[in-house]
């Protein structure tokens, strides 16, 4: 029996955050993201059953020269079916069909950027025949943008400034990460839907409701701070009380990643959309033009960053935590109560992660995905800072935002994530303790 | 709403060369993880760097089939080095990470428009099947019964991936009754204890990882040899995906990966083709049918967190060797 | 000790912190470990004799683990250098310097617990060609060695009255068995030096007395053992050399008998600073165990590995 009693939670809690989850996602729906069906997917996500006969794919790729353009639109119609796909950071896009035939993709000029027109502005509509193959390519090809050529110099500081922004962002959610483990040695893959939860709920809040924009990021705030809440109360909890190991709860974390991301996609739709903060004009520092929203959204994380940091060095709670994290059983046998830091530590990772998905939604674009995207980013900058140190994750962070942005000065767009996990390969080679990290002793 | 039609596609996919390549990519998992105990969430990487080293060595290289497959086993053991190298001395979470990231890189990289002319881009490459299909040793005709009737290139292709599948769990299986198999499960339970004991872990952590990697290799080119070699299809979830077929069935036992893989793909074609019913038939009107899609990838989601908390062993674990560390 | 003219039949010269023994098995000079600004461990020179059981003692944070992490090769030294039977072990890997003959077990005990009792003992063995990954494949190849070291084993599993759980997976032991199997486990390579990190700790009563036994009996079969222990009582009991550790440091060496009065190690565990040895600190509370490591030197048996 008290095996039974004790499985109740867990069980309950699962089903409890399904139900959570749909709920809120039926309170999305509700209110009018509109008619699901006209949802894309321009992410192609791994078909498990593709045998090469019951999935048709028409898409492409548009570039301006040799960048990808993101956020294009392409519209596809056909045997009684009509989808629009958007181009991803990659400049991709693809179209799922439901059958063989004939379709027309037509290419949105007004979604092309600035300075970007088609090469052929009559012939903008192709016409596409799935017959004998499940994919089919489509090519806009674009006219040349007209490149300013700035020097090399001030390119480099534009996107030095750019990468410490997406530092700075970074830096928010991957000290969550770093609090997390560095209390309960857990390695949390769900954290990158929770980078999506405060990007869409964001999204939600100000941009479909028009919620002024204060109240919108604190919605989404509390609303994220209540995943962090429900994180340990209903699961991690409850799951450390079994004596779950720390590899299966990292597993759970796949498991609840994997449900939230497609629970997301489910409601959202493969759609890229773009916040609306109100804050578009830029401002130039020299030779740097940035939006007043990416200024904004540096004294934010800094001050935020700067919290915290004061919180952990200063504050009773703040102590309590790094000596939970420096021995939890040390620390519990001096009177903290360990699971009450757990759990401020959770919901201040859950917070701090939420306004990092904000930040991020301004930074690029909100999407289904987009936690997913950036969550290797943030264990790398976690590894790289050493595992468990928050303050090396604000190191990490800050090299990986500024390896990202500033390597596509010479290395394709596509590659620059690449570049930042290379790093932390080079880092393990030579510190494996990480760039601020102790070195480990056994026994 | 054809009943038949459905359930003969999801008996299909039980032998389908899909579920045969999930099946030795999962056999590579249980090696790492199952008894070496080593954390690789990169196992899309490995078949990644299978797959495009076939193809590659196929296409830009002319070479013939033997020195393809042989081009895509050295590929893994190179990036098995690579991976293990900086990692195999530091905590488990570490290689973990390592993996992931490597993986993903490997993605970028055979996905990169500048690549295009021998990965074929974001559009990936195809065409590569013809030496394949020409060494077919089936005299064309019909083979088989029910949703198991097949032309003779679909047998082939069957034949030849299962087949690697048998070779595969009879050469872990040796390898698991041996003293070789005994040192590695012994370091999955405690390298420092088998450290103090005389062995080179570190040695055996990486034979261990070139060996399920190059089952993961062996994988990606059975996962590509029917169709298409595409970057999309490797990402990190794809990963995930094996790691819930090696936990369906159980991860340290020898026919756990395979039905682990078998039940998977069954299962996920049998509900695909339900809800799809469901919706064409108009009994299920609110979601479309790319929703019905997204609702199997909730269900595997909820799936692997149910079955690593409440059956940890797998469907056919022993209770007591349990797939985790207590 | 302060009197010069005490001598030990296992000393050259007099005996004091760092002497010279006789017939050295183990000889470590100025090895030094720092973790963050704390110094660890500081021997500036220190002997382990052959043929007898040395007891390694201190009070908490002494350093003593780590000194032993660092005699094996599971920890890496800022400074220093030391050898076993003359060769130098510095910078050697730990499973090396099993292989030379001085192999060690673990203060929690690091039994397997998802393989069976035999074959955490198989494991133990050298010299298996089986153990390469290619010669796995045939079993002709390594049956032969395979049933000379299942035999050797059974022959150890009978001796540690283990041989009824010879089937059982090792984490279905209790904590006693566990620590006499991974004593049993390294005695399968036939060691030259038994290093037995507290082998007391968390064993009950009854066991403790079958545990003495069988340390006693590996130093008649000839080999030597060193082990670090907090049971006052033990070492007094079976040890032939005491070493005493405080704050990194060597502060004390002698027979047991002599030892404990000896003006340092009263010092050392009445007036340390008890820095916190994280390692050891397990779920404990440093300021009853400083009290408890007093008490321990006054003869009770305070043991707070009791709950492993």
Redo the contacts between chains.
């Keep these: 029996m008290p095996q039974l009693v004790r499985?109740r939670p867990?069980?309950a809690v699962?089903v409890a955050m399904?139900g959570v989850i749909v709920s809120v996602g039926v309170l999305v729906l509700s209110v009018g993201l509109g008619p699901?069906?006209a949802?894309t997917?321009p992410?192609?996500?791994?078909?498990?059953?593709?045998?090469?006969t019951n999935t048709f794919t028409i898409g492409g790729?548009i570039?301006s020269g040799?960048d990808?353009l993101e956020g294009v639109e392409v519209e596809v119609e056909g045997q009684g079916f009509s989808e629009v796909g958007t181009t991803g950071a990659?400049?991709?896009w693809a179209v799922?069909v439901?059958s063989a035939g004939d379709y027309t993709a037509t290419l949105l000029p007004d979604t092309l950027p600035e300075g970007v027109s088609p090469r052929d502005p009559d012939k903008v509509t192709r016409d596409v025949t799935l017959g004998t193959t499940n994919?089919v390519?489509v090519l806009f090809p674009t006219g040349e943008r007209e490149i300013v050529r700035t020097n090399i110099a001030d390119t480099i500081l534009t996107r030095l400034v750019y990468g410490l922004n997406f530092g700075l962002l970074l830096a928010l959610g991957a000290i969550g990460i770093s609090l997390i483990y560095g209390t309960t040695k857990l390695?949390n893959f769900a954290h990158g839907e929770m980078v999506t939860f405060g990007g869409v709920v964001f999204f939600f809040f100000g941009t479909v409701l028009n919620m002024p924009l204060i109240a919108a990021i604190a919605v989404t705030l509390v609303l994220s701070a209540f995943t962090g809440y429900a994180q340990d109360a209903w699961l991690h909890k409850p799951?450390r009380r079994?004596?779950?190991?720390l590899?299966?709860a990292?597993?759970?974390t796949?498991?609840?990643?994997?449900?939230?991301?497609?629970?997301v996609?489910?409601f959202l739709g493969g759609n890229i959309e773009t916040l609306d903060t109100g804050l578009t004009e830029t401002v130039s520092f020299g030779p740097v033009t940035i939006t007043v929203a990416s200024v904004v959204s540096m004294i934010v994380s800094a001050v935020m960053l700067a919290l915290v940091g004061l919180f952990l060095t200063r504050t009773r709670i703040g102590k309590a935590t790094r000596a939970v994290s420096d021995n939890a059983s040390l620390a519990a046998a001096s009177g903290i109560n360990v699971d009450r830091i757990i759990r401020i530590v959770w919901i201040m990772a859950a917070t701090l992660t939420g306004l990092s998905g904000i930040l991020y939604g301004i930074f690029r674009q909100v999407n289904w995905n987009m936690g997913?995207q950036i969550l290797?980013l943030l264990?790398?900058a976690v590894?790289l800072g050493g595992?468990g140190s928050a303050f090396g994750a604000l190191v990490g962070s800050l090299i990986i935002g500024i390896v990202t942005e500033v390597s596509t000065v010479w290395i394709?767009n596509?590659?620059r994530?690449?570049v930042a996990?290379?790093i932390?390969?080079v880092v393990?080679?030579v510190r494996?303790q990480g760039v601020l990290g102790r070195k480990?002793r056994?026994? | 709403m054809d009943w038949g039609q459905i359930l003969n596609n999801a008996a299909g996919?039980l032998l389908?060369p899909?579920t045969a390549a999930?099946a030795l990519a999962a056999i590579g998992i249980s090696v790492h993880f199952g008894y070496a105990g080593l954390?690789n969430f990169g196992q899309a990487g490995f078949m990644a760097v299978g797959a495009y080293a076939f193809v590659i060595a196929t296409l830009s290289l002319n070479a013939p089939l033997w020195a393809a497959f042989l081009a895509a086993i050295l590929a893994s053991v190179v990036f098995a080095f690579l991976l293990g190298?900086?990692?195999l001395?530091?905590?488990?979470?570490?290689l973990?990470?390592?993996t992931?990231?490597?993986a993903?890189?490997v993605r970028?990289?055979v996905?990169?428009?500048?690549l295009t002319e021998y990965t074929g881009?974001?559009?990936g490459l195809s065409g590569f099947n013809d030496a394949f299909v020409g060494i077919n040793p089936f005299p064309t005709g019909s083979y088989g019964f029910g949703p198991w009737t097949y032309t003779a290139n679909q047998l082939w292709i069957r034949v030849f991936g299962w087949g690697l599948v048998v070779l595969a769990t009879v050469?872990v299986y040796?390898?698991m009754r041996?003293?070789?198999?005994?040192?590695v499960?012994?370091i999955?339970?405690?390298e420092?204890?088998?450290?103090?004991?005389?062995?080179?872990?570190y040695a055996y952590k990486m034979?261990a990882l070139v060996?399920g990697g190059v089952l993961g290799s062996l994988a990606g080119v059975v996962f590509v040899l029917?169709?298409?070699v595409?970057p999309?299809?490797?990402?990190?979830?794809?990963t995930?995906?094996i790691?819930?077929m090696l936990?369906l069935g159980g991860a340290a036992t020898l026919f756990g990966p395979i039905i682990g893989a078998m039940i998977?793909?069954t299962l996920?074609?049998l509900s695909?083709g339900i809800l799809r019913g469901l919706i064409s038939a108009d009994i299920i009107t609110f979601?479309?049918?790319?929703?019905a899609g997204?609702?199997r990838?909730?269900i595997?989601?909820?799936?692997?967190?149910?079955l690593?908390?409440?059956r940890?062993q797998g469907i056919f674990g022993n209770k007591?060797?349990?797939s985790?560390?207590? | 000790m302060s009197d010069t003219a005490v001598t030990h039949p296992l000393v050259a010269g007099a005996v004091g912190p760092g002497c010279k023994k006789v017939d050295p098995i183990v000889v470590a000079d100025s090895v030094t470990r720092t973790f963050g600004g704390l110094t660890a461990v500081d021997v500036q020179h220190v002997e382990i004799p052959r043929g007898a059981i040395t007891a390694l003692i201190g009070p908490n944070g002494a350093g003593k683990t780590t000194f032993f992490n660092l005699l094996?090769g599971?920890d890496k030294p800022n400074t220093g250098s030391w050898s076993f039977e003359g060769s130098s072990l510095a910078g050697v890997?730990?499973?090396?310097v099993?292989?030379k003959g001085m192999?060690?077990?673990?203060q929690l005990t690091?039994?397997?617990?998802?393989?069976s009792v035999l074959?955490?003992m198989?494991?133990?063995a050298?010299k298996?060609p089986?153990?390469?990954?290619f010669t796995?494949?045939i079993?002709p190849l390594?049956r032969k060695r395979?049933e000379e070291i299942t035999a050797k084993a059974e022959e150890l599993l009978a001796r540690f009255k283990l041989d009824a759980k010879r089937d059982d997976?090792a984490?279905s032991l209790s904590g006693g068995q566990r620590k006499l199997l991974?004593m049993a486990?390294?005695l399968?390579?036939d060691p030259v030096l038994v290093m037995l990190d507290e082998p007391m700790a968390g064993v009950n009563p009854a066991l403790t007395q079958s545990l003495l036994g069988h340390i006693k009996e590996l130093k008649s079969e000839g080999m030597s053992v060193l082990f670090v222990e907090h049971d006052m009582h033990m070492v007094r009991h079976i040890s032939d050399w005491v070493i005493v550790m405080a704050e990194g440091r060597v502060v004390a060496e002698g027979p047991p008998e002599t030892v404990m009065s000896d003006p340092a190690v009263i010092d050392a565990y009445l007036g340390a600073h008890h820095d916190t040895d994280l390692g050891d600190m397990t779920g404990s509370n440093p300021v009853i165990e400083a009290k408890e490591a007093a008490a321990a030197h006054h003869g009770g048996n305070a043991d707070r590995k009791d709950e492993h």
């Design positions: 499985r867990i069980l699962i399904l699901a069906s949802t997917e992410a192609p996500t791994p078909t498990p059953t593709s045998d090469f790729i570039r040799d990808p990659d400049g991709r799922s439901p994919t390519n390695n799951l079994r004596g779950v190991g590899v299966q990292m597993i759970v796949i498991g609840l990643s994997i449900l939230v991301r497609y629970v996609l489910f997913f290797l264990f790398a590894t595992l394709p596509d590659l994530y690449a996990l290379l932390l390969i393990l080679l494996p480990e056994v026994g | 996919e389908s899909v999930y954390l190298i900086p990692t001395r530091l905590r488990a979470d570490y973990a990470i390592v992931i990231a490597s993903e890189i970028y990289v996905s990169t428009t500048g881009g974001a559009a050469l040796l390898l041996s003293p070789w198999g005994r040192v499960k012994g999955r339970e405690d420092d204890a088998v450290r103090s004991l005389g062995k080179n872990v034979q060996l029917p169709r298409a595409q999309g299809n490797y990402g990190t979830t794809l995930f995906f790691w819930t936990l998977f793909a996920l074609t695909d979601i479309s049918t790319t929703q997204q609702i990838f909730m595997i989601g909820a799936v692997l967190m149910l690593v908390v409440f940890p007591k060797e349990l985790f560390n207590v | 094996t599971f890997p730990a499973y090396r099993s292989r192999v060690r077990t673990f690091k039994s397997l617990g998802r393989l074959q955490n198989l494991l133990g050298t298996q089986g153990e390469n990954i796995a494949l079993k390594w395979e997976y984490a991974e486990r390294a399968m390579s």
